[in-house]
């Protein structure tokens, strides 16, 4: 398996870039299995965010990333979850690192509207202040 870093995965989203677009298509769509860390993921919302994408394009590109046949990106359970908080409005970090603190029994933050946000949203583990 391959790991695959951030800029692989915007070229081939954005296709800004036609003979790297091309390479990362090659890669995605190899014989050789291919991942990413979820940290690549954290990156990748970031810069599609500075190209003025929505949040809503932002989850569908990243699920159809998860939808092809050669990706399976690392911590799927952790992106899913990530990624269903930050359709519903919640920063992207902020749901990444809520979702990757699931098997705790809370999660604890001076974030008002990190709080206000988790609370609206039901997520686990409940986000309270210190």
């Known amino acids: 398996m391959i790991a695959l870093d951030t800029n692989i995965l915007a070229r081939y989203l954005l296709n800004d870039s036609p003979a790297q677009a091309d390479s990362a298509e090659k890669l995605l769509h190899g014989s050789e299995p291919c991942t990413a860390p979820i940290t690549v993921f954290l990156e990748l919302v970031w810069v599609l965010e500075s190209c003025d ?3 809503v394009e932002i989850v569908k590109s990243i699920r159809l990333l998860c939808g092809l046949e050669n990706f399976r990106p690392q911590n799927l359970d952790v992106l899913a979850y990530a990624l269903h908080w930050y359709e519903g409005g919640m920063d992207f970090g ?6 990757m603190s699931a098997k705790e029994n809370g999660f604890k933050t001076f974030d008002k509207a990190f709080l206000k946000k988790a609370k609206e949203l039901g997520a686990y583990p409940i986000v309270t202040a210190p």
């Open 94 to 99: 902020d749901a990444l690192h809520l979702a």
């Open 53 to 55: 994408c929505e949040p």
